[in-house]
C-alpha cells in the first residue's frame, strides 16, 4: 500500500497542474483573495470612482463602460449600481484635489499587496521599503489607463462585426498589462520572456470570468438590493472582487510553474537562456520546508 501511495505521489508531482496547486497552497490563495478583495473593494474601487469624477467626460464614460463591462452589469443591475454612488459633480465637490491625493496614497495598500503575490509566489525576497508610493501610483495610473483605453475601443467596435475585434484587442491589452505588473512587481528581477505565460493565462482567465458574471453578476445585484440595499450591492461587488482576486492568484502560480519546469514547456518559456533571473538580481528564497496543505491556504500571514 505504500509503495502504491508513493507511485501515486510521484505521478503527481510531475504535473504541471499539480504544482501550480502547491504553488497556490504556498502563497495562501484562499486568505489572499479574500484581503485582495476586501482591498480592491474599500481602495481601488472608491479610487476609480473619484477619478472618474475628475477627468475629462469622455475618458470618464470609457472607464464607466470598461467597469460596467468587466463587472457584467447591465440594465437594472447597473442603474441600481449607479444609483448607489454619488454624482461626478458630487463627488468632485466632496472630495476636492487634496482628498483625491489622499485617496490614491491610500490605494496603493492593495497595490502593495498585489505585489506580495508575486514576489511570494515567484519566491522573491520582500520589496524594498522605499518607493511603495510611487510604484502604486505608478501601476494605478497604467490600470486606469487600460480601462480608458478599452473604454474608447468598445466604443468605436460597438456593432456585433466589431465585437470581435474588440474581444481580441482586449485580451492583447490585457496580457501586456499582467505582463507589464508581473515584471513590475517582481522590480525587473524576473525575465520579461519568463514572465509572459503570466500576462496570457491572466487574461484568459479574466476574460473567461467577466463572461461568466455576465451571467450571474446582475441577478446577483439585483436580489441583494432588493433584499438589502446599498449593502447588498456591495456584497455583490465584493464577490466579484474575491473571484477576479482568484484568476490574479492562478496567473501568478502558473508563471513561475512553467518556468521551472524541466520538461519541453519550460525549455521554450526560457528559451536559450536557462536562467529565469536578470543578471545582478537578487537570490530566490527557498521552497517551504514541508507538504502544505489546504490549510495553509486558510491562514494567512501578518503581511497579507
Known amino acids: 500500500m505504500s509503495g502504491t501511495r508513493s507511485s501515486l505521489s510521484d505521478r503527481l508531482e510531475r504535473l504541471l497542474l499539480w504544482r501550480v ?104 525576497p520582500p520589496a524594498p521599503r522605499g518607493g511603495k508610493y510611487w510604484r502604486g501610483a505608478v501601476w494605478l495610473v497604467a490600470q486606469l489607463g487600460c480601462m480608458a483605453l478599452l473604454g474608447a475601443i468598445r466604443g468605436v467596435l460597438h456593432d456585433e462585426a466589431g465585437a470581435v475585434a474588440f474581444v481580441a484587442v482586449a485580451m492583447a491589452t490585457t496580457a501586456g498589462l499582467w505582463w507589464f505588473s508581473a515584471w513590475f512587481f517582481l522590480l525587473g528581477e524576473v525575465r520579461r520572456r519568463v514572465l ?48 477576479y482576486s482568484i484568476c490574479i492568484l492562478i496567473g501568478a502560480c502558473i508563471g513561475p510553474v512553467l518556468a521551472e519546469d524541466d520538461g519541453p514547456v519550460g525549455r521554450f518559456i526560457r528559451g536559450d537562456d536557462p536562467s529565469l533571473l536578470t543578471a545582478g538580481a537578487r537570490a530566490p528564497l527557498p521552497p517551504p520546508p514541508r507538504e502544505l496543505t489546504l490549510r495553509d491556504a486558510l491562514q494567512g500571514s501578518a503581511d497579507a
Open 21 to 124: 496547486w502547491e504553488r497556490l497552497l504556498e502563497i495562501e490563495f484562499i486568505d489572499r483573495s479574500i484581503a485582495l478583495a476586501g482591498k480592491a473593494f474599500v481602495s481601488f474601487f472608491p479610487l476609480v470612482i473619484v477619478v472618474a469624477a475628475f477627468v475629462p467626460e469622455g475618458v470618464r464614460e470609457s472607464i464607466v463602460t470598461t467597469l460596467a463591462d468587466r463587472l457584467g452589469l447591465a440594465d437594472e443591475s447597473l442603474t441600481a449600481t449607479q444609483a448607489a454612488f454619488a454624482s461626478s459633480d458630487d463627488i468632485r465637490e466632496a472630495t476636492g484635489v487634496f482628498g483625491l491625493i489622499l485617496t490614491t496614497f491610500f490605494a496603493t495598500s492593495f497595490v502593495t499587496a498585489l505585489q506580495r503575490v508575486y514576489l511570494r509566489a515567484w519566491r522573491r
Open 196 to 243: 509572459l505565460p503570466t500576462g496570457l493565462v491572466t487574461s484568459l482567465l479574466m476574460a473567461l470570468f467577466v463572461v461568466s458574471a455576465g451571467i450571474w453578476m446582475p441577478q446577483t445585484v439585483t436580489t441583494n438590493e432588493e433584499q438589502f440595499g446599498v449593502f447588498g450591492i456591495a456584497l455583490a461587488l465584493v464577490t466579484w472582487f474575491t473571484g
